[in-house]
């Protein structure tokens, strides 16, 4: 045996730190703790687990915290449902074909996530709302795009559409796609209509997200994603509308139901006429009136008199406030100053006060 003492961890961890050129080990007690990717991922709340609702925790909840729900506008969702109704019928005359259109989801999110998400290729159409003076969009996938130009190019039935990727599209597969979206923009308009007039009008069909940009990455926006069946072909709708595109009717998009705001309510009223007729008002009589100059005014004393024009027996006026009301006579009954009122002030005999 060796008469060499036995050396301890950290000597022989000191060692080995210098021959290889590294610091040695600290004391795991003192040692920083370094976290995993998955607790990482836990604490941005990009776990496995669902990412919405009430799963969504730490970081996540933070970035999407200034996103406004789709939900607070109870009005948009039956607009949309209206737009389901109305393009089924629309479409099936376009056609000339069996058509269901079905609602996939309605989402709030930043229009650049929208941007970066859309799966290319695909039409990006821009349009306009005439009276919000604000802008939307609205996206066409490939498998929509294909299925509509071979439905309306005469194309067999129970056959799935050719799809054709990696090519420009040609002149006339983007001429019966705007077709499509006339058609879309029009039914949109129709479902407003109950709500607000409102007139959406096609400006630019683009196939590149960037070119398409019609409001600040940041910005929220709603998007509602439309599902269109034809028998076996068909495709998806995308329509995104920034808020601030809906700003001037999003007091019509609050209410709860068709109308709310022109409800009436006869018991609050009854109670309010009640309360009016029990209101007590303080009237004044005005003997007389007269113009002084301001020196005069600054110049009055305890002791000055001020000479009124008004006889006994003469007409007075009862006010109440900055209002005429009636016009009377000054008298006396059980010991008190009386005024018999004799005339009643219309408002057009009420002075000039500007």
């Not at 210098?18 to 990717?37: F, H, I, K, Y």
């Not at 969504?56 to 200034?66: F, L």
């Not at 005439?130 to 066409?140: K, P, R």
């Not at 050719?162 to 019966?176: A, F, K, N, Q, V």
Request: with cysteine.
């Amino acid at each position: 045996m060796s008469d060499t003492p036995q050396q301890s961890d950290e000597d022989l961890a000191a060692a080995w730190g210098a021959e290889t050129g590294t610091e040695p080990a600290v004391d795991s007690a003192q040692a920083a703790r370094v976290l995993n990717q998955a607790e990482i991922d836990s604490l941005l709340g990009f776990d496995n687990g669902p990412a919405s609702g009430e799963d969504r925790t730490g970081m996540q909840k933070i970035i999407q915290s200034g996103l406004v729900s789709y939900e607070r506008l109870p009005m948009l969702e039956i607009v949309f449902d209206r737009l389901v109704r109305i393009m089924s019928t629309s479409l099936r005359n376009f056609t000339s074909d069996n058509v269901e259109v079905g609602i996939d989801n309605i989402i709030s999110l930043r229009f650049g996530d929208y941007l970066n998400s859309i799966p290319l290729p695909a039409m990006l159409a821009v349009f306009k709302a005439e009276e919000w003076d604000n802008q939307g969009l609205m996206v066409i996938d490939s498998a929509m795009i294909y299925s509509i130009v071979d439905v309306l190019l005469g194309g067999r039935r129970g056959t799935a559409a050719m799809r054709i990727e990696g090519r420009p599209y040609t002149t006339i597969e983007r001429t019966l796609v705007e077709r499509l979206i006339q058609v879309v923009l029009t039914d949109l308009s129709t479902s407003f209509d109950p709500l607000c007039p409102v007139t959406f009008r096609f400006e630019r069909l683009e196939v590149n997200p960037r070119f398409a940009t019609i409001s600040r990455l940041s910005n929220a926006a709603i998007l509602a994603r439309l599902r269109i069946d034809m028998e076996d072909r068909g495709g998806r709708v995308e329509l995104l509308l920034p808020y601030a595109t809906l700003e001037p009717v999003r007091e019509l998009l609050l209410q709860q139901f068709m109308g709310e705001k022109f409800g009436r309510d006869s018991i609050w009223e009854t109670h309010l006429a009640e309360q009016l007729w029990n209101t007590e008002v303080e009237l004044s009589v005005v003997l007389d009136e007269h113009v002084m100059r301001l020196s005069d005014v600054i110049a009055l004393k305890p002791g000055h008199q001020l000479l009124l024009n008004t006889v006994p027996g003469g007409i007075v006026t009862v006010r109440c406030g900055s209002i005429a009301l009636f016009e009377g006579r000054v008298g006396q009954k059980n010991n008190h100053v009386a005024v018999k009122i004799e005339n009643e002030l219309s408002r057009a005999h009420q002075p000039d006060r500007g």
